[in-house]
């Protein structure tokens, strides 16, 4: 654990804007992965997911003292990733291959999210490849709430651009998708919806 | 092991997997650490403010001929017009600038700057490579502008 992580985004935002690198870095390192949830969650390449997650981080560097409310650094994160992703989508970048030789960023290579599944084990795979097997909408919010640490209700509001009230039981919708996905995947009674098992 | 998990338990487990299955490569953070020393004090940012290629600003998105991508930006009263053409990874850039007195211009990327010709408030960059790009704009008087990053 950081020594930050007791300090609020609106102080590293403000001690960024004050010249301060390690501040930056604190950001980066609080707020990165909910950046790479969102852009995965859009479902983009590994390669375009960077370049999205890269280019928000560039809008808050030149912004650092512009936001007009430090604290909710995380929201304002979501909804500028939120738009770089759109703008990869709607540019038809998705399944584009990656140019050599771009940015800082050479060294990412071109896995897709089911590679990773050879790491995990049988049982998870299965969860993982149901979870892929969602709509648009079930995954990008299940793979934005998946990012470590939890992200607020207001972050994952600001990234699918929906209600913080309606959060909440999209979720628990989704869940219940994932479980029936499963359940006819696998014929394994313990993926029923709560409630409905024994 | 996964029997009866709660909704909650369930989602755990998710964050779990989505770690090992899809994290955040490693190189990412570190590259997004070191862009900080890209910051600019000394120079005014002229925002982004429309973008053809933003689906969140429809009303906004002007197309220009073929599939071009037009960008605007403005601080104060200096505009730039910036027209992209796309060939595979090669972009080419034609920017416009006006409002202000243009003595020098530099194409600033992540991996550096290259001065540009100006002529009559044009300037124009070709075979550069897709990826974040802005440009610093300075005037006779010394004083700088630079554009929101953008990636083209």
């Known amino acids: 654990m950081r020594t930050s992580d007791t300090e609020t985004a609106g102080a590293l935002v403000r001690r960024a804007a004050a010249g301060e690198q390690h501040a930056w870095d604190d950001l980066v390192s609080r707020f990165n992965d909910l950046l790479w949830s969102i852009a995965r969650g859009f479902r983009l390449s590994t390669a375009d997911a960077a370049d999205a997650v890269q280019t928000s981080w560039l809008r808050l560097l030149e912004n650092l003292d512009r936001i007009s409310d430090p604290e909710r650094v995380a929201a304002w994160l979501a909804t500028t990733t939120r738009r770089e992703c759109l703008k990869t989508l709607q540019r038809g970048n998705r399944e584009r291959p990656h140019p050599a030789g771009h940015s800082t960023l050479d060294a990412v290579d071109g896995t897709t999210p089911v590679d990773g599944r050879l790491l995990l084990a049988e049982r998870d795979a299965e969860l993982w490849d149901a979870f892929t097997g969602m709509s648009d909408r079930c995954q990008c919010l299940l793979r934005v709430l998946m990012t470590t640490p939890p992200p607020s209700y207001e972050s994952v509001a600001a990234a699918l651009e929906m209600p913080i009230g309606s959060i909440g039981p999209t979720r628990a919708r989704c869940l219940a998708r994932l479980r029936s996905l499963l359940a006819e995947r696998t014929a394994d009674p313990a993926w029923q919806p709560e409630g409905r098992r024994a | ?152």
């Open chain 2, 1 to 152: 092991m996964t029997i009866d998990l709660s909704d909650d338990e369930l989602s755990t487990r998710l964050s779990e997997i989505a770690t090992v299955a899809d994290p955040a490569p490693s190189t990412l953070a570190a590259a997004a650490g070191a862009l900080f020393g890209l910051r600019q004090l000394d120079a005014e940012l002229a925002e982004l403010i429309r973008d053809s290629a933003d689906a969140a600003t429809p009303e906004l998105a002007v197309r220009a001929d073929g599939d071009d991508r037009m960008l605007s930006f403005e601080a104060g009263a200096a505009a730039v017009e910036m027209q992209v053409s796309e060939r595979a990874d090669r972009r080419d850039i034609v920017a416009h600038v006006s409002g202000i007195v243009l003595q020098a211009a530099t194409l600033e990327t992540l991996s550096g700057q290259h001065s540009l010709q100006v002529d009559d408030g044009v300037l124009i960059a070709r075979d550069l490579v897709a990826g974040p790009l802005r440009l610093r704009l300075t005037t006779p008087a010394g004083s700088a502008i630079v554009t929101s990053w953008v990636r083209i």
